[in-house]
């Protein structure tokens, strides 16, 4: 089983709530990656870090912003919530090419 | 930037029937390939992957897949379907520091 984590797993907020999506993973890791989901859709890649204090952007545009300034947490904020940042939120982690990837279970954000 | 094609958007199909379904990648390099799945309201499980060696991987609950490098293919096998198959069927790949890139899915109904 894998040992990365996503909290919380369901939210329901109003607009203009600010929101920070957890991330964990006690693999030891150096490499994390934010996917944004529609339900039944494709994945969006829109955050990944290489390891601490590493941070880029993604293929899909996002409103969010991540930091990364302990292996082990990979948190994604969104300052300023809108309807149309509903959606599922999958964290992932992997340590080096030619290893597993591995997924978290998913956050399941709905903005009001 | 890599690419990674799935053609089969929504299959329909009768249980016992065989399945297979697309999966074309763009880049030319060592690629690390995986196929996931996720059922109805569920989070994404890993069904199987290849990183070197034997091209045909065998993955849980009786699929397969067969890498073919010169046709930069990847594509998912089974013999015979059951309803409980039914699910968003993902295609993906990495390769070097890059992050998993995933195909648009194949939607899979399986009916009796």
């Known amino acids: 089983e894998a040992d990365i984590y996503q909290t919380p797993r369901y939210l329901v907020i109003g607009t203009g709530k600010k929101i920070t999506l957890e991330c964990s993973q006690t693999m030891g890791h150096d490499k994390m990656y934010w996917y944004q989901q529609d339900p039944g859709m494709e994945l969006h890649l829109i955050h990944y870090?290489?390891?601490?204090?590493?941070?880029e952007k993604g293929d899909l545009s996002s409103e969010s912003t991540v930091s990364r300034i302990r292996t082990e947490h990979f948190p994604l904020t969104l300052e300023s919530a809108r309807p149309s940042h509903t959606s599922q939120y999958l964290c992932a982690s992997r340590r080096e090419f030619g290893n597993t990837i591995y997924f978290g279970e998913g956050s399941w954000l709905t903005v009001v | 930037a890599q690419s990674v094609s799935q053609h089969n958007h929504h299959v329909i199909l009768s249980e016992a029937a065989s399945l297979e379904l697309g999966c074309n990648y763009s880049y030319g390099g060592t690629v690390n390939l995986f196929w996931y799945v996720q059922y109805p309201g569920q989070h994404l499980q890993l069904l199987l992957k290849y990183f070197s060696g034997d091209p045909l991987v065998k993955g849980i609950k009786g699929f397969e897949a067969e890498f073919i490098k010169s046709k930069f293919s990847f594509n998912l096998r089974k013999p015979s379907v059951q309803w409980s198959d039914t699910a968003e069927y993902f295609c993906a790949v990495v390769s070097g520091n890059t992050p998993l890139v995933f195909g648009k899915g194949t939607r899979l109904s399986v009916i009796a």
């Open positions: 870090s290489y390891g601490v204090n590493s941070t």
